[in-house]
């Protein structure tokens, strides 16, 4: 009778000691987050072994770093990776810069002393042009008083000819 009560205590033993033993959710935890320090905007919770990985990384290859990283760690039994990546948003396309009237004007006067005939005045950044030109002409002149940012090229005051 003893006999019996020995080979049921023991396999009762045996189950609170494998269980006692196993990784606590807690040490899991402290271990994943110290390693999640070298990947930014990832964070884990683990319950059950369990590793549930959340947050924002830049490319793919952060996503799969961060798993890679926590998957080894003692305890941890499986990966859910929830991480999103949002690439990094383009940088913003240079603002329009509008040369002050004094820079501007010396540029324009350079720009139109090959077309004879053509006179420009230049206030407020808007370019004012009077005179004749051949398409051709006028077509080059435009280039190069738009590569001067200016706010605005007038040439109401331009005539086309054939």
């Given at each position: 009778m ?5 080979f049921?205590i023991v396999?009762i ?10 990784v606590?959710d807690a ?6 987050t110290?390693?999640?320090k070298?990947?930014?905007?990832v ?11 959340s947050?924002?990384?830049p490319?793919?290859a952060?996503k799969t ?9 003692k ?6 990776n ?15 810069t509008?040369s002050?009237d004094?820079v501007?004007?010396?540029?324009v006067?350079d720009?139109?002393k ?6 420009a ?11 004749t030109?051949t398409?051709?002409?006028w ?11 200016p706010?605005?090229?007038d040439a109401?005051?331009i005539?086309?000819?054939?």
């Amino acid at each position: 009778m003893k006999l019996t009560k020995v080979f049921a205590i023991v396999p009762i033993l045996a189950m609170s000691l494998l269980v006692s033993c196993g990784v606590k959710d807690a040490d899991i935890q402290a271990k994943v987050t110290e390693t999640l320090k070298a990947v930014p905007g990832v964070s884990a919770e683990v319950k059950d072994g369990v590793l549930t990985l959340s947050g924002n990384v830049p490319d793919d290859a952060a996503k799969t770093a961060a798993e890679t990283a926590v998957k080894a760690e003692k305890g941890v039994k499986s990966v859910v990776n929830n991480i999103t990546v949002t690439p990094a948003t383009p940088a913003a396309a240079a603002p329009i810069t509008i040369s002050p009237d004094e820079v501007l004007t010396k540029a324009v006067v350079d720009a139109t002393k090959d077309y004879p005939g053509v006179t420009a005045a230049v206030k407020d950044g808007v370019i004012s042009l009077k005179g004749t030109l051949t398409v051709d002409k006028w077509k080059r002149l435009k280039m190069s008083l738009d590569a001067l940012s200016p706010k605005k090229v007038d040439a109401s005051g331009i005539s086309i000819a054939k």
